[in-house]
């Protein structure tokens, strides 16, 4: 095989936005994308239309570079770029130049055949973090992974490549940080110095270009909100997704929905979605529905919406090959099926036997998909979730020779997912007119969440796996997605009753909510537990629809930072070491205050570390004092959550699903500390795109401990919210006789509530 390493610069120059450096073995393109956002691509053949299906910016104008024999040197306010000519290597550093990220000296950019790999310097105490839905540890120090999307039923917790691909990884070391976005779809390979004797980490594909983008922002949320600045952000998702979800494969007839649905009820176990898995089709067949088992889908609907259900049902891309089918006949008509170059439609088997493959890489291909959800649309259903699309086909070897758009399975089978999920996004998102889709898909790849939530595939029922999916949702938000979920209870197996309950109480803080089982497995509804359990289950759900409030607020996050709900506690605490123990490194922050640690079914006391600052037991309020671990009480009904001193969390009363109204009272919580704290309280009508106009209510909230103070902004935006009074609920404050002051006036002395009318000017607590 023929190895080449990039050699010495014959020449530079500089045209429009983009430096050019050229060399025997390649052409080097630099842009500056923003301050702290530099891009390189090495390529033997740079296309010209140079598309990405992450990046939604464009590079910047104009950039400053000097240039001696040796080396050129690009400047930005936040990073110092230093190539040095004579080999051509790429050497990042900090505007006052520390050193963030370098070539190897001796190897940098190099090819093997079509293979193209990076070597880089490993720095003694460098931590890695990232790359998404992987396996192993939260510090990726010391492990190797590769991205080929893959469906990965049965895995065990130390898989790869798992359904995703995020070739996405931040860099700690020296009290720094910086990142780096790999933008090559073709199998890529990460080694954060697994096997090089510490000396270097190296990343790399079987072909296409060394494409990468530099963050050079210093903090771990700073990186990520400008690797979401580059690929785009989620949109406020709808509300009711938010609530409980309840899957199985399958509910086998609408009978069977509406009978789960009208538990939920009677039981008063609050939920909002019900999904129906592959069985609601007519032999499989996307877009048709099993005239007996769902004769009426419109009243199946109707049904769920009266009592406060959303129904969500599952598409895969397998079409079946099967004359007087619809969208097999259009789809074989007008060409829409990836084929072999010779023309000749791909045929592999899925679930409804032989399939053809719908090529979303083609813009007239995902308008037809899209178009197709008239099917599901029409009858009321408006979440749609999309499977085996890695793409997935028995024997899960798709030959090579298959082409996708202009380009062959193995350059592009990395976003396969990601396009469809788009296809299905942009088509419902029509479709339903001013309402918002729910979209869902296993496969995807950097950008996926402008169009997608994702859960993290088939998962098995112990507890290795519940840790695992935890850190799984932690690195997914890393990478953007915040919209996130695993099949809680495990997909594979019969969790004990210990777990299944262990599992829900983590539910409660998991971005997406949903409970999932395989065909074959015993029923795990809420009820199916015994009443001592069920007891705990509906508890630990109600205290999820006491949290929406504050988890939409987390969403608004999400929508305009990229910071999702989700976080490991790497992204706050990231030069405390203790955060990367193996012991430590499940827990998170679910959105600004809330401190989780997961704990295994079969443990009753956890080994929790408090990180620096003040923290009060959720259920408690016992206060801690952090920078230390301690021993927490864990039974089942009590997950270890804490509470960050001087937090602020809007709940709302318990409600059976997010249609509800409730009793109108937002209860904003505050636990006090010694520091200034501010929440930004965000609120829309939760179901159509009408806050992109400007129909939302959002106020901040501030904590002045020095001053005493709790105090509400003015509202900004038009939308009137749904709660008519505020429940001040203050935790932990010593309050003198003189009791609460609203606005300057006295009210209920010596009192740790207060409840005050929700109108939209500015409100001034004092205590
Ligand atoms: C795949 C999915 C799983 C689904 C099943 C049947 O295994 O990952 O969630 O239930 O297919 O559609």
């Known amino acids: 095989m023929q190895t080449e390493i990039l050699g010495n610069t014959n020449s530079v120059n500089k045209q429009g936005n983009v430096l050019i450096i050229k060399t025997n073995e390649a052409v080097a393109r630099i842009w500056v994308y923003g301050d702290s956002i530099i891009r390189i691509n090495v390529s033997k053949s740079f296309d010209e239309n140079d ?19 040796s080396e050129i040197v690009l400047t930005t306010s936040a990073l110092k770029l230093r190539v040095s000519k004579l080999p051509l290597r790429f050497n990042f550093y900090t505007a006052d130049g520390k050193v963030l990220s370098e070539d190897d000296r001796r190897f940098g950019i190099n090819w093997q055949g079509e293979r193209v790999i990076n070597y880089r310097k490993l720095y003694p105490d460098e931590k890695f973090i990232g790359l998404g839905e992987k396996t192993g540890n939260l510090n990726r120090r010391g492990s190797s992974y590769v991205n080929w999307n893959t469906d990965a039923a049965l895995h065990g917790v130390d898989a790869d490549p798992l359904y995703k691909t995020f ?3 931040i860099g700690i070391h020296s009290g720094l940080t910086y990142g780096l976005f790999f933008d090559n779809t073709h199998r890529s390979y990460f080694d954060f110095g697994a096997t090089t004797d510490e000396q270097m980490s190296w990343f790399g594909a079987d072909g296409g270009d060394m494409n990468y983008y530099f963050f050079g922002a210093q903090g771990v949320a700073k990186i990520m909100e400008d ?26 007839s609408a009978a069977e929905v509406l009978d789960i649905a009208e538990n939920f009820r009677k039981e008063k176990i609050p ?103 008239t099917a599901l649309t029409q009858p009321g259903v408006e979440g749609f979730w999309n499977d085996m699309n890695e793409p997935a086909a028995w024997g899960q070897n798709m030959p090579w020779l298959v082409k996708f758009g202009e380009r062959y399975m193995p350059e592009v089978r990395n976003a396969y997912g990601m396009q469809m999920a788009r296809a299905t996004y942009e088509g419902t998102r029509k479709l339903l007119g001013n309402k918002r889709p729910f979209v869902l898909t296993r496969a995807a790849y950097s950008g996926t969440q402008r169009y997608s939530a994702v859960w993290t595939g088939d998962n098995s029922a112990y507890d290795a796996h519940m840790l695992l999916g935890q850190r799984m949702v932690n690195s ?19 969790p004990t009753p210990a777990l299944m309950v262990r599992w829900n109480s983590l539910g409660v803080y998991t971005p997406m909510f949903r409970n999932h089982a395989m065909q074959g497995t015993k029923m795990r509804e809420p009820w199916c537990w015994g009443k001592e359990n069920e007891a705990i289950i509906k508890k630990d759900i109600e205290l999820r629809y006491r949290l929406l409030p504050y988890i939409y607020s987390g969403f608004y996050q999400s929508h305009k930072t990229g910071m999702p709900l989700s976080r490991t506690l790497a992204i706050n605490y990231t030069d405390d070491e203790n955060v990367f123990d193996v012991k430590y490194q499940n827990q998170f922050l679910f959105g600004d205050a809330i401190m989780v640690a997961p704990v295994e079914s079969t443990k009753f ?43 602020i969390i809007p709940m709302q009363n318990i409600i059976q699903s997010t249609n509800e109204k409730g009793d109108g009272i937002l209860e904003i919580n505050v636990w006090y500390g010694k520091q200034a704290t501010r929440f930004v309280y965000y609120e829309d009508d939760g179901l159509t795109y009408d806050y992109e106009r400007g129909d939302y209510y959002k106020r901040e ?39 609460l002051k609203i606005n300057g006036t006295t009210k209920a002395p010596g009192s740790h509530t207060l409840i005050l009318a929700n109108d939209k000017l500015e409100i001034k607590i004092e205590y």
């Open 476 to 494: 997914l938000g890393i990478t953007g997605m915040s919209l996130t979920g695993v099949d809680i209870g495990g997909f594979t197996g019969d």
């Open 701 to 739: 909230i501030s904590f002045h401990p020095d001053k005493q103070v709790i105090s509400f902004s003015k509202v900004d935006g038009s939308f009137t919210s749904k709660y008519d009074k505020l429940k001040l609920v203050l935790h932990g404050f010593t309050i003198d006789a003189g009791g």
């Open 605 to 647: 006391t956890a080994d929790v570390y408090l990180p620096a600052g003040e923290w009060y037991r959720l259920n408690t309020d016992e206060k801690f004092t952090g920078g230390r671990s301690i021993i927490a009480d864990a039974p089942l009904t009590d997950l270890p959550v804490f509470i960050k001193a001087g937090a």
């Open 227 to 252: 690797y979401t600045w580059l690929t785009g952000r989620m949109e406020m998702p709808p509300l009711w997704s938010l609530g409980y979800q309840q899957c199985r494969w399958s509910y086998m």
């Open 51 to 69: 598309t990405s299906f992450a990046v939604i910016r464009n590079p910047a104008d104009i950039f400053d570079y000097a240039e001696s024999d």
């Open 271 to 373: 939920a909002d979605v019900i999904y129906c898995d592959i069985d609601y089709m007519d032999g499989f067949k996307i877009f048709t529905w099993n005239n007996e088992t769902f004769a009426d889908p419109k009243e199946l609907t109707d049904k769920l919406k009266a009592m406060g259900f959303r129904l969500v049902t599952i598409v895969d891309p397998g079409i079946k090959i099967e004359p007087g089918y619809k969208q097999y006949d259009e789809g074989l008509a007008k060409g829409y099926f990836a084929a072999y170059p010779d023309e000749e439609e791909y045929v592999a088997n899925v679930w409804p036997g032989r399939c053809h493959f719908p090529d979303f890489f083609r813009d007239d291909v995902r308008e037809w998909w899209g178009a197709s959800f």
């Open 167 to 169: 070739p996405f990884f």
